[in-house]
């Protein structure tokens, strides 16, 4: 007899074991290669929490960094720390042990917090693409549009934004019926990878799924897209090739970030959806990409190409022992 989400899943040796638990198996084809895995696992995470870290510190600690594009930054290093919070302890876990089980309600709210956490990342993506475009286009205005009120009104949007995207989801995996195999080869709880294992219909699951992705990566490309535009548009009309590199520089960063991010999910959800020729576990590899990549990198992008967070890293760290360090331009 079919049962519903909350009373599945089993060890993938012992069916019996214990019916509330999942199962994640990793990267499938690639179980002897897991401890290898966990290296770049492990750097990439550390690379994570000290980098996203230092940002939040350095701009927190420095008042010449209270600025729109830094509390924007900020922000996106909040989300990235929380999202691989909700994934490598597992992931680690599952590469190191083989330790994949994971109850029903531990998988659901997994599964809750990664996408959500995705959806709230773009959102800010989006906003930093707007202050770019302010900054640029309106910059006599930039003060007054991009007060700390609207600031702080854009942070709870994209709260808001990514967890009601992300409500219907729990709702929708609990109607299933699972009668299939309870093991997921993933390793985490990914919606489409769990819908796949249910028995009876998953159309709504599969419809909310793209509709979700189209509604945050579909809208926030084409409107950051359309921001480039207007700031390249704005760009050109400028007679001083001096002033036109200037300003295409500040952008730098940011576009760094956006292919950082995007790419690695454009991969990941065409290859879901339209790769049934793609082995398995370059999916899953994919997938991982989107998760840990980004989070690891962006700190470095922004530390790398932005001399006012360069210069206050370096201050930051040197304060205590009373050095003077000059940052090279």
């Not at 002897?32 to 550390?46: E, K, N």
Request: proline content about 6%.
């Amino acid at each position: 007899m079919p049962r519903t989400f909350v009373q599945t899943m089993e060890s993938p040796n012992d069916t019996n074991l214990d019916p509330s638990v999942f199962f994640l198996l990793g990267v499938p084809g690639l179980e002897q290669f897991h401890l290898w895995l966990s290296l770049p696992v492990c750097c990439l995470s550390t690379a994570t929490v000290v980098g996203n870290i230092t940002i939040l510190v350095v701009v927190a600690t420095e008042p010449a960094l209270h600025k729109p594009v830094y509390l924007f930054l900020c922000m996106l290093s909040t989300i990235d720390l929380a999202a691989s919070f909700s994934t490598v302890p597992k992931l680690l876990a599952i590469l190191w042990c083989a330790a994949g089980h994971i109850s029903a309600s531990a998988c659901l709210a997994q599964m809750f917090f990664i996408h959500a956490f995705c959806m709230m990342e773009s959102t800010v993506l989006l906003a930093m693409a707007f202050d770019r475009y302010v900054a640029i286009c309106h910059p006599l205005r930039y003060a007054t549009i991009l007060t700390d009120t609207i600031i702080a009104r854009i942070g709870v949007v994209a709260m808001v934004r990514g967890s009601m995207l992300m409500l219907p989801c729990p709702f929708l995996i609990g109607r299933l019926s699972f009668c299939q195999s309870h093991v997921i080869p993933h390793t985490y709880c990914e919606h489409m990878a769990v819908v796949k294992l249910a028995c009876g219909d998953t159309r709504p699951n599969r419809v909310y799924g793209l509709t979700a992705a189209l509604l945050v990566i579909g809208v926030d490309l084409f409107c950051i897209g359309l921001s480039y535009v207007f700031i390249a548009r704005s760009v050109l009309r400028l007679s001083s090739h001096e002033a036109r590199s200037k300003a295409l520089g500040t952008c730098g960063s940011h576009v760094c970030v956006i292919l950082i991010s995007y790419t690695p999910a454009l991969f990941s959800f065409f290859t879901h959806r339209f790769g049934h020729h793609v082995p398995l576990h370059i999916h899953i590899l994919l997938a991982n990409v989107y998760l840990l990549f980004p989070p690891a990198l962006n700190p470095i992008v922004y530390g790398v190409k932005t001399k006012e967070i360069r210069e206050k890293v370096v201050r930051v760290f040197q304060r205590g022992q009373g050095i003077g360090v000059k940052v090279p331009e």
